[in-house]
């Protein structure tokens, strides 16, 4: 079956956009043109791709379409490079990947490899446990997760265990725990959670203090930085990598609450087991320095 390339820009632009009025701009066509393009695609599909909402969301037969389109994209411009005599202009690659990975050893991982292979990183950040509903949804070519079992047609290879520990300021410790951390402060004692994704810190308490996920005060603060900044504010405590850990000043002057209980979260690194050779070593790249960098 051929397929119109018309149609499929349509189709990655609208989901990439997350509106039809969006990407009518973007293509230089009225919506109504562009509508027109995705219903032929689905006439010939014979199925919806697009469910029409705000943002506009691939279909679950759309998701495997975009999957498609999007893997053979890099595949074609890999190949056009490998015969052109010409530099090629950067090629862009959408990627998930989990904050605190990006902040403490992805682009430092990859920062070279890019620079070498002119690759722009389109990256979607998402906790842990969520980056691979967007390897699922067509929306990215890789994921790094903390789901083990590879969806079909992809593969999954250990990168390592991500170790955190949580701390504190020196002063939040002397107002909440000045005997330690023990089950009726930590049920007082606000926490810094970074979204309502993030459960790390639930689980902690949870395992450690058998405390229900509603059972404590918490602050949001979702971007590592301002969230690494409040708890050593003394806002709250929480969870840090003990990468960023030692990548802090000396002064920071976090206390480790529990340091013989630190958490482990293992991460994965998923992609499709057919893949362009750029993609290819770029996987390899990121596995390579993971299994350095991680535990």
Aim: charged share 20%; hydrophobic share 45%.
């Amino acid at each position: 079956m051929k397929f119109d390339t018309r149609q499929c820009a349509a189709l990655m632009s609208v989901i990439d956009n997350g509106s039809f009025e969006a990407a009518a701009q973007q293509l230089n066509l009225t919506a109504s043109a562009l509508s027109q393009r995705i219903r032929a695609l689905e006439t010939q599909l014979g199925t919806t791709l697009i469910i029409r909402s705000r943002p506009c969301r691939a279909t679950p037969a759309g998701q495997r379409f975009l999957q498609h389109l999007r893997r053979v994209a890099e595949m074609e411009q890999d190949l056009a490079d490998t015969f052109s005599d010409q530099p090629h202009a950067p090629v862009s690659i959408a990627l998930a990947v989990n904050a605190d990975s990006l902040d403490s050893w992805v682009l430092p991982a990859l920062a070279d490899f890019l620079i070498k292979e002119n690759i722009l990183l389109d990256l979607c950040i998402d906790d842990q446990e969520h980056t691979h509903t967007l390897l699922e949804s067509g929306m990215v070519l890789g994921c790094i997760s903390a789901q083990q079992a590879a969806m079909r047609g992809c593969e999954a290879e250990v990168l390592g265990n991500m170790r955190y520990q949580a701390v504190a300021s020196k002063a939040f410790c002397t107002r909440w725990f000045p005997k330690g951390m023990q089950r009726d402060s930590a049920r007082l004692a606000p926490v810094l959670t970074f979204n309502r994704k993030d459960q790390l810190q639930s689980q902690f308490l949870l395992e450690h203090f058998g405390l229900s996920d509603n059972a404590f005060p918490r602050h949001y603060i979702p971007a590592t930085s301002p969230y690494n900044h409040a708890i050593a504010l003394g806002l709250g405590w929480g969870m840090i990598p003990e990468l960023m850990l030692k990548q802090m000043p000396r002064g920071s002057g976090l206390v480790r609450l529990a340091p013989a209980h630190p958490v482990d979260v293992s991460l994965y690194w998923h992609r499709w087991k057919v893949q362009s050779p750029r993609l290819a070593r770029l996987s390899a790249k990121l596995v390579e320095t993971a299994r350095r960098a991680l535990l």
